[in-house]
T-cell receptor, first 111, second 114 residues
Framework: EDKVVQSPLSLVVHEGDTVTLNCSYE??????LLWYKQEKKAPTFLFML????IEKKSGRLSSILDKKELFSILNITATQTGDSAVYLC???????????FGQGTELSVKP | DAGVIQSPRHEVTEMGQEVTLRCKPI?????LFWYRQTMMRGLELLIY????????DSGMPEDRFSAKMPNASFSTLKIQPSEPRDSAVYFC????????????FGPGTRLLVL
């Protein structure tokens, strides 16, 4: 059965800290891995990763995929209170288009 | 671009009533997805369509749930009869077909069944 596991489930840091969120997966015929940020509303897209070792970067956020070890990390540097959200990892596998979501990591950034 | 549009944004109904949720995907997107999100179960895929055809409805909880996509710009998710355990936020998302699989979510419909 396809599965996505995120860790930690929750995390509390202070502004300025750097955080690393983890996502491991087991999926048939992996196609892509996506990261979303969800505040008090709908998930918003962050990154889509398809190739190992190629870092995607957007401002203070970056992500990388390891297809051999079946995981991805999402890094946030110099965290701000506005980074507080649930970060969702999802993979697309054999059934094209169907996203399988992890439980999410709830990040809280304290001033 | 208006993004994915969902209506209503909030719905409060009584057990046993029929509920219809609506979604307009992003123009040009070929795939449409219905999700349900609860605290207990997180985000779950209910059903998705490619080019208006249902591809995978294995996530639909039971026969009380049905979804249609009569054309490329409109889809409905119907619950009949509704039950309190159906209370959740229902998201619609759309995307281009693979390999451009990034899904863009609508604002969601918050459903409360009393």
């Amino acid at each position: 059965e396809d599965k996505v596991v995120q860790s930690p489930l929750s995390l509390v840091v202070h502004e300025g800290d750097t955080v690393t969120l983890n996502c491991s997966y087991e999926v048939t015929n992996f196609r892509s891995l996506l990261w979303y940020k969800q505040e008090k509303k709908a998930p918003t897209f962050l990154f889509m990763l398809t190739s190992s070792g190629i870092e995607k970067k957007s401002g203070r956020l970056s992500s990388i995929l390891d297809k051999k070890e079946l995981f991805s990390i999402l890094n946030i540097t110099a965290t701000q209170t506005g980074d507080s959200a649930v970060y969702l990892c999802a993979v697309v596998g054999n059934q094209g288009g169907k996203l399988i979501f992890g439980q999410g990591t709830e990040l809280s950034v304290k001033p | 671009d208006a993004g994915v549009i969902q209506s209503p944004r909030h719905e409060v109904t009584e057990m046993g009533q029929e509920v219809t949720l609506r979604c307009k995907p992003i123009s040009g997107h070929n795939s449409l997805f219905w999700y349900r999100q609860t605290m207990m179960r997180g985000l779950e895929l209910l059903i998705y369509f490619n080019n208006n055809v249902p591809i995978d409805d294995s996530g639909m909880p039971e026969d009380r749930f049905s979804a249609k996509m009569p054309n490329a710009s409109f889809s409905t998710l119907k619950i009949q009869p509704s039950e309190p355990r159906d209370s959740a936020v229902y998201f619609c998302a759309s995307s281009l077909v693979a390999p451009q699989e990034t899904q863009y979510f609508g604002p969601g419909t918050r459903l409360l069944v009393l």
